[in-house]
């Protein structure tokens, strides 16, 4: 079984709670690692964990 290290913006946009115009818009802020291959801009799966780890907590 083959595991998945990283992503690129499109298929993180598909199956996690960010679009993909807030991931690029965190990119561009620094708020998220993103690296080139290509013309694909991926990221890698344990920077995409530290990124949402990051956001705002609901509640108290």
Do not use: C, Q, W
Not at 19 to 41: N, P, W
Request: aromatic residues 8%.
């Amino acid at each position: 079984m083959i595991h998945k290290f990283g992503y690129t913006i499109n298929e993180l946009a598909k199956i996690g709670p960010v679009k993909r115009s807030k991931l690029y818009e965190a990119i561009r802020a620094g708020e998220l690692i993103a690296r080139k291959h290509g013309r694909s801009t991926l990221i890698l799966k344990a920077d995409y964990e530290k990124f949402l780890e990051r956001l705002p907590k609901l509640g108290k």
